[in-house]
């Protein structure tokens, strides 16, 4: 996760980076930057993402019976996806006077946090991730979900749902982090629903409630964020009403997998055990 200030950069220009990134880090030739269900409506560029207030509010004006909760909005982007996001770029344009920082959780620490027993069962999982919800965040916007190829060929089609370990282990890093988010994550399929649901709760709230493990960024106009979506998740602060508007550059990265031997950040970097 990494912040810069007032970068004059243009749309291919954060495409650039943005996808370089990825190609740095060793994605794998096939994976570019997704175009996401609901961005064929935009005069941009089809794998640029504009993130604005008004689609937020138009969003959630159309699914009043889902939780409003800041707490339910924190998530990774697209694993919904097959072939999800390793790296993103966020290029913030216009801002409120007050309010719309956005926090990111870092997934490494929130396994740590588990204990042992817990880290060894939750190895063991996968779990559902779903994005079907944007079929009808296009239809409100008067257009149908993209579902041709979305940035990678295994990312096609009108299920915009995938399943993922639980637990993921970063192929740049080697550690091993928490895959789940309370957006995406659906169900944990080794389990019965009401299991899934207690437990995917509680991962959830590792991230909402501890407020040691995550960095709050109050944006200027024109600021830069680049972070991993395969080591952290990140939510918006549902605290303003004015314009607030960005380019988005989501990179693709590989299938996500657990490498059982992997060691944890802790672990590789010598630190004690949480517990």
């Known amino acids: 996760?990494?912040?810069?200030?007032?970068?004059?950069?243009?749309?291919?220009?954060?495409?650039?980076?943005?996808?370089?990134?990825?190609?740095?880090?060793?994605?794998p030739d096939a994976s570019l930057l997704h175009i996401h269900p609901t961005e064929r409506s935009s005069e941009l560029p089809d794998d640029i993402s504009t993130i604005t207030s008004a689609r937020f509010a138009n969003y959630h004006k159309h699914r009043a019976t889902q939780s409003r909760f800041a707490s339910r909005g924190w998530h990774s982007d697209i694993t919904f996806e097959p072939i999800p996001s390793d790296f993103a770029g966020l290029h913030?344009?216009?801002?409120?006077?007050t309010g719309g920082d956005t926090l990111w959780g870092s997934a490494y620490e929130a396994y740590d946090r588990l204990t042992p027993a817990l880290q060894s069962f939750l190895e063991g999982l996968t779990a559902v991730h779903d994005g079907n919800q944007f079929h009808q965040v296009a239809a409100n916007e008067g257009v149908?979900?993209?579902?041709?190829?979305?940035?990678?060929?295994?990312?096609?089609?009108?299920d915009f749902s995938a399943v993922h370990p639980v637990i993921r282990t970063n192929p740049v890093t080697g550690w091993k982090g928490l895959f789940v988010n309370p957006v995406f994550t659906k169900r944990i399929v080794e389990l019965s629903k009401d299991e899934s649901d207690l437990l995917l709760d509680y991962l959830g709230k590792i991230w909402t409630q501890n407020h040691d493990l995550q960095v709050r960024f109050k944006w200027n106009k024109n600021d830069l964020a680049i972070w991993s979506n395969t080591s952290t998740v990140?939510?918006?602060?549902?605290?303003?009403?004015?314009?607030?508007?960005?380019?988005r550059a989501v990179s693709l990265g590989e299938k996500p997998y657990l490498d059982p031997s992997a060691p944890s950040r802790r672990q590789a970097l010598g630190h004690p055990s949480f517990h």
């Open 92 to 97: 913030i344009k216009t801002l409120p006077e």
């Open 144 to 158: 149908k979900a993209f579902t041709d190829v979305r940035g990678h060929p295994a990312n096609v089609g009108a």
């Open 1 to 27: 996760l990494a912040f810069f200030r007032n970068q004059q950069l243009d749309i291919t220009e954060l495409k650039e980076v943005i996808n370089r990134l990825g190609k740095l880090s060793g994605k």
């Open 234 to 247: 990140h939510s918006a602060t549902f605290d303003f009403t004015d314009p607030r508007a960005g380019d």
